[in-house]
Structure formats: structure tokens, C-alpha cells
């Protein structure tokens, strides 16, 4: 590896603009996936980015928004850095080439849940992640940035000079060792390790494990967020439907076409998605229905057209037109609210070690994210990170409310089988769902744990094998999960279904067994 440049890890919005700001700093960073460098969830992010642009917007109504999301757990200070510094890194978006869709010469900004405001920068109506990824996919390939496909991160150990990261290729050889060189996860999340996601597959968590096990807090990990509308038919991927098409009147229709959100909350079919998620899980187990139904007809038929181009194409594929007809739903797995502890600066606990995006927990979003604020975060910390790696200063999160440790133990080092992966994925979705309780969380963490003794090297001094950082994120979930004995934003107990002050703070996850040389 030729540079002696931050290692920057993952290929989504937050890893391509750091990478990018790095550069324009004037470093040289070399920047890693596991994939291909336009394979991330990004590509597939529909909504858009949240920003106060309008006229008729503040920072503080994107700020209020933001809190009020949160179930209570919104870090105040970050939600005023990403809502303040939102307009200006839209502005960078802009200078680097985003064709956002415009309307009258102004930008169109469109609406969705939980937004008192209409504020949803897009591009290409419905294409926003896939228009932001590949503008900064090239330009970082123009840009000359070292960009290497394929390429695992399978290692992080901290020592005193900093962090050293072990690679390979994706097919487990040619193992290097980078030492001395600040270390950026920007992984993402892990809704791919459940059965039902929104996600790409490739969405497995493992930069969160990863990091775990090099002595990093990870937090709020309990606070899964699942997304209300996801395309239902049996043995198709769970397309995003996105929340946009409600924010422009369409309705959720349970079997027998009744309206049945306003009966949940008074703000309907723009509540906070943890509200609507849950309202549809309850009416589907109410009815017995495998979906509920998504009307848009009442949207004029060239704005439905115009604005959601990609979902039109992907619902033609399988006959409907959804002007005619309504869209058969279903929650999914959508966004890891929780992750790897950092401050505002990306710091983790552990020096040398950043993160931010999706993979990175700074509490911006408290419990429950608002919509279309997670392009915006990767923006902002990312900006933050970048700067931090020109001019390193001294930082860390702040220490959680409370925080358990988790045992890492020696395993049988056996490699990741279809039937592991499928075990974990059904576990994480039928135990630690939209609705959870406590046996169900039991019986998860010890299969999860089980899956881990397996794949897990029988030596600590051993590269885990393949899989094994992915289930350990799923046990962190599960374990997290457990642990938080209310229901709060996105996590849900019906053993424990009140919101209580006791546990108005941030959960936190540290290991112990974790590597330290
Ligand atoms: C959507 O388009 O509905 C998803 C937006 C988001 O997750 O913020």
C-alpha cells in the first residue's frame, strides 16, 4: 500500500466524501471495500436528504424535528451540528456534481414522516442515493483517490502508537498489516443480517464487531430501525417504498381497504416510522394478513411517474401499476440507529480508530431517526472526520449511561455456512424485531452465541474467520436489546411497554477479551 494516508473503510456516502474531503485536504487516503466501490446501501437510498433550504424552514424546525424523533435520546449537541451544518454540506454535494431535481428554477424539497416542513433534497425523483454515489464514486476515481475493491477489512487491534488494521482480498489471501495510519469505519450498518431488510446483502455489520473486538464501546445498538414499506411479494427482495409516496397522500389500506393509521396516531401516515412500523405489524397480526396495502392512486398519475421513476420501473416488473392499483407492503429492516461510540469528531474510544455514518453512534439520532436524515449524517461527521485527520486533536465519546460488558471467548474457528448465515438472519428477525420480549431476547442471544462459538478462531491470535465479526454484531443487537428493559423509539418490549425515566440514557456495549496488542 503506497500511501501513508488514512485508511478509510467502506464505500457509502459517509467513506467517498471523506475520502474526498481528505484529498481536497491534501492527504492521501486509501480507501477499501469489501464490494465493488458502487455497491453500498447508499445506492439504494430513495427519500432524499434532509436540509433547512426552504423559505418557510429553520434550523431550529429541522432541529425540533430531529428531537422529537428521538424518543428522548437525542443528543442535542449533535442534532445542532448536523441540522446547522446541513445547508453547507448540501452546498458541497452541489460543487461536486449532484444533479438534486429542481422545480421553477428552485430545488424541489419533498416531504416525509415526522417533518413539520417540507425539506427532502432528491435527485433523479426517487434515485437520490444512487445519483449521490456515483457523482462521488467518480469524482473520487478522477481524483486519483487509491481505491481498492475487494478488499477486507479482517483485523483492528489497538496499541500504543495507534491502530493496526489487517486486510485481505475477499478471498482470504494476500493478508497485509497497516500500521501507523488513522482508521476510518465507514462500514455501515447491519440491516443484512436480518431475515426481512430494505438493505443490500452486503449490509452485514461486521465494521461494528470488528471494533468491538479492538476495545471499542459500541452504543444504542437495541435501537433497530425497521421501515414501514417495504415491497411484500413472495420471493422478491424488500424494495424500498419509500416514505416520500406518502409524503405526497398516498394511504395504508389494511385487507379490507380501511384506513387504519389514523386510529394509531393523530399525524396518520406521516407519524415517525417506529409509530407506523409497529401500527402495521399489529394490524397485519390483527387481520392475519402477510402485508398491508400502499395507495397511491390518489396522486395524479405523471407526478406519481415523474417523482418515483425507479419504484414505477421496479413495480412494472412485476405487472402493477401502482396509479391503477394499490402496492402490497410490509415493514423490514432499514437503519442501525446504534454502532461504534464516537464524539462529534468521529473519535471512538479507542485512538486512532474513527467512524462515522451509519457504522458510528454520536446519539444524533437518539432512538429513532427521522427520515432522511442518515445521507445528511454521513455528510456532516464525515466532513468532521475529515478535518480531524489534518489536524488531529485529542477526543472521545462521552461514556454512556450505563455500560455491560460482553464476554469474547475462543471458538471452534469453523468457516461461515449458508445454514449459520440463515440461522442468524431468522433469529435477529423473529427475536429481535419490531416487537420484542424478553424470553425471545433470551433464547437470541444464546443462539447467537452458539452460532459465534463456532465460527469464532479457537485462538484469539487468529483472524476470525469470515462471519464471525457479522454475528458478533448480531449478538451485540440481541444482547443490547435485552438489556434495555422499557420501550423507547425504535426498541419495543411488550414485556416492558412503558417509556421510563430510569432509562433515559444511552446504553453502551464494551468487551471483555477484547485484543490489546
Ligand atoms: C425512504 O426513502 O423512505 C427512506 C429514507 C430514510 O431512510 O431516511
Redesign the pocket.
Do not use: I, K, M, V
Given at each position: 500500500m503506497p500511501s501513508n494516508g488514512p485508511l478509510i473503510v467502506g464505500s457509502g456516502i459517509a467513506g467517498l466524501y471523506v475520502a474526498l474531503r481528505a484529498r481536497e485536504l491534501g492527504l492521501r487516503p486509501t480507501l477499501i471495500t469489501k464490494s465493488r466501490l458502487e455497491e453500498s446501501n447508499t445506492r439504494y437510498?430513495?427519500?432524499?436528504i434532509a436540509a433547512a433550504v426552504g423559505e418557510d424552514d429553520s434550523v431550529g424546525r429541522h432541529l425540533a424535528d430531529t428531537v422529537n424523533a428521538g424518543g428522548g435520546l437525542v443528543d442535542r449537541r449533535a442534532a445542532r451540528q448536523l441540522t446547522e451544518e446541513a445547508p453547507k454540506r448540501i452546498a458541497d454535494l452541489v460543487r461536486m456534481g449532484v444533479p438534486f431535481d429542481t422545480f421553477d428554477g428552485r430545488v424541489a424539497l419533498g416531504r416525509?414522516a415526522a417533518h413539520s416542513r417540507s425539506r427532502i433534497l432528491h435527485a433523479g425523483g426517487?434515485a437520490t442515493g444512487l445519483q449521490i454515489e456515483e457523482t462521488l464514486r467518480r469524482r473520487a476515481l478522477h481524483e486519483g483517490i487509491e481505491a481498492r475493491e475487494r478488499t477486507v477489512l479482517r483485523r483492528l487491534v489497538a496499541t500504543k502508537g495507534g491502530v493496526t488494521a489487517t486486510l485481505s482480498r475477499d478471498d482470504g489471501r494476500s493478508v497485509e498489516v497497516v500500521e501507523g495510519r488513522p482508521v476510518v469505519l465507514a462500514t455501515g450498518g447491519a440491516g443484512g443480517l436480518y431475515q426481512y431488510s430494505s438493505n443490500p446483502s452486503i449490509t452485514t455489520g461486521e465494521g461494528i464487531g470488528l471494533a468491538f473486538r479492538a476495545g471499542a464501546t459500541v452504543t444504542d445498538l437495541e435501537f433497530v430501525q425497521f421501515?414501514p414499506?417495504t415491497f411484500y411479494h413472495d420471493g422478491a427482495p424488500r424494495f424500498?417504498m419509500?416514505?416520500?409516496i406518502r409524503g405526497e397522500g398516498a394511504v395504508l389500506r389494511n385487507d379490507a381497504g380501511e384506513r387504519f393509521l389514523p386510529k394509531y396516531d393523530r399525524a396518520a401516515e406521516l407519524a415517525p416510522r417506529d409509530v407506523v412500523s409497529r401500527a402495521i405489524d399489529r394490524e397485519m397480526r390483527r387481520t392475519g394478513a402477510p402485508c398491508v396495502w400502499l395507495d397511491a392512486t390518489g396522486i395524479p398519475r405523471d407526478r406519481l411517474f415523474a417523482r418515483f421513476p425507479t419504484i414505477i420501473r421496479f413495480l412494472a416488473s412485476y405487472g402493477i401499476d401502482p396509479s391503477r392499483e394499490p402496492i402490497p407492503v410490509a415493514p423490514a429492516a432499514?437503519?442501525t440507529v446504534g454502532g461504534v461510540a464516537t464524539d462529534l469528531d468521529g473519535h471512538s474510544t479507542v485512538p486512532g480508530l474513527f467512524g462515522c455514518g451509519e457504522a458510528a453512534s454520536t446519539g444524533v439520532h437518539g432512538a429513532n431517526?427521522l427520515?432522511?436524515?442518515?445521507?445528511l449524517e454521513g455528510l456532516v461527521f464525515g466532513e468532521r472526520v475529515a478535518r480531524q485527520l489534518l489536524h488531529p486533536t485529542a477526543g472521545a465519546p462521552p461514556a454512556p449511561g450505563r455500560t455491560v460488558t460482553v464476554r469474547l471467548r475462543p471458538g471452534r474457528g469453523a468457516p461461515m455456512g449458508t445454514a449459520d448465515f440463515e440461522e442468524v438472519r431468522k433469529t435477529l428477525w423473529e427475536k429481535v424485531g419490531i416487537v420484542r420480549d424478553g424470553p425471545g431476547l433470551r433464547e437470541a442471544v444464546r443462539t447467537l452465541q452458539a452460532v459465534g462459538d463456532r465460527l469464532e478462531p479457537p485462538e484469539r491470535i487468529e483472524l476470525p474467520g469470515p462471519g464471525a465479526d457479522a454475528v458478533l454484531t448480531a449478538r451485540l443487537i440481541a444482547t443490547a436489546a435485552l438489556t434495555r428493559t422499557e420501550s423507547r423509539g425504535a426498541h419495543w418490549r411488550s414485556d416492558h411497554p412503558k417509556t421510563l425515566d430510569a432509562w433515559k440514557f444511552h446504553l453502551g456495549l464494551s468487551a471483555v477479551g477484547a485484543r490489546t496488542r
Open positions: 437510498a430513495q427519500g432524499g416525509e426517487d421501515h414499506t424500498l419509500t416514505e416520500a432499514h437503519y431517526r427520515a432522511s436524515n442518515s445521507l
